[in-house]
């Protein structure tokens, strides 16, 4: 579906489960309170979401959390949603703590790629960042990803004084595999807007200062609005998301919905709208105007910069990144 600003939006973010089982700072802030279970939607009503998304044009499903893998049948439910007439892929993206464990449950199940969240390849940094010293389960996550063939991206969030000096340690990562790794620039929502993230043109910078010139790469990488290069010899290329300091707003192609079936047409405002009333009520009708007036209305862009716009209270744990 073409959005108010001529945008096509035929990517949507799925959120299910507001729970974790890490604790990322600029994430999910100690005080979070969490969403009641009845609250949340049942797997049969995330399915009617994507089944009436796909009949406004959504054909690219991404399962998210909290941690995705954390909620029973997480997998079974993502071979359910590449089921539906209209959706051609289904992705994950996840902390990888439990994915060596799924992996081959989510091979069967279709997954079309793995996005796995790692700022640090140090234990005690890991241990820091995320409140639990489980780098080891990650690893053995990634690997697995990669063995079984799978599409594996790796996210990463540097902050400066914390693990901002492991940019090289990181990046290397696609040097040895082939797998994507994707600097994100930390954004005021959640616990960010206390973390001092790095921008990724400095990052850019240093990288062009070690390695030379980097080459674009145009190969199709995904949904995202990041951007691409390549480095000589390395297997996967590296992609910056910079969320705050380059507005990509006008490529965004997605909406977003959380786990108690809020509509996001954007990060950074709240008000899109909730899918939930109208699903318990059987209609399926209001669910896709619903869905079609968050698309309608989406924003022309994100107000990082301007932090007294924001209206989302949210938290990113809340969301799903
Ligand atoms: N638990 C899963 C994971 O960690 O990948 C999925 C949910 S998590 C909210 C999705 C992504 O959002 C992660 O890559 C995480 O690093 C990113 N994220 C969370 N808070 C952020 C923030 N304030 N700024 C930038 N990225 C953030
Ligand atoms: Fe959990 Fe992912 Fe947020 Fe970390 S980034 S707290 S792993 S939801």
């Known amino acids: 579906m073409i959005d108010g600003k001529g945008r096509t939006i035929d990517y949507m973010r799925i959120s ?12 999910m802030p100690k005080d979070i309170q969490r969403m009641a279970p009845e609250e949340i939607l049942t797997y049969e009503e995330i ?16 399962v998210t959390g909290g941690e995705p893998l954390i909620r029973k049948g997480c997998v079974s439910l993502m071979g359910k949603l590449k089921q539906i007439p209209g959706i051609c892929q289904v992705t994950l993206t996840t902390n990888g703590i439990l994915l060596e464990q799924s992996i081959e449950e989510l091979c069967s199940a279709g997954v079309d790629g793995i996005n796995i969240s790692l700022d640090t390849l140090d234990r005690e940094t890991f241990r820091r960042i995320t409140g639990a010293d489980k780098l080891g389960q990650v ?3 990634i690997k697995a990803s990669v063995c079984h063939g799978v599409n594996t991206k790796i996210n990463v969030v540097l902050q400066e004084g914390v693990n901002a000096g492991e940019w090289d340690g990181l990046l290397a990562m696609s040097q040895e595999w082939p797998v994507d790794v994707r600097f994100i620039e930390m954004m005021p929502i959640g616990g960010g807007e206390e973390c001092r993230g790095i921008s990724n043109q400095y990052l850019l910078k240093m990288i062009m200062d070690k390695y030379g010139r980097l080459a674009r790469d145009a190969e199709g990488h995904g949904n995202g609005p990041a951007v691409y290069y390549r480095l000589p ?11 705050v300091h380059e507005k990509f707003c006008t490529a965004c192609n997605r909406i977003r919905m959380t786990a108690d079936g809020e509509i996001k047409p954007c990060l950074c405002y709240g008000g899109g709208g909730s899918v939930k009333r ?3 009520e059987g209609d399926k009708m209001e669910v896709r105007r619903i869905l079609g007036q968050a698309i309608k209305g989406k924003p022309e862009g994100h107000c990082f910069e301007r ?7 949210r938290k990113m744990v809340q969301i799903g990144g």
């Open 233 to 243: 010899g390395f297997l996967g290329s590296i992609g910056f998301i910079s969320a």
């Open 16 to 27: 299910i489960t507001d729970r974790c089982n890490l604790r990322c700072r600029y994430c």
């Open 307 to 313: 932090k007294q716009d924001m209206t989302e209270a």
């Open 278 to 280: 109208a699903l318990r």
């Open 47 to 62: 399915e009617e979401v994507c089944r009436q998304a796909a009949a406004l044009g959504i054909s690219k499903l991404k």
């Open 139 to 141: 690893l053995d996550g």
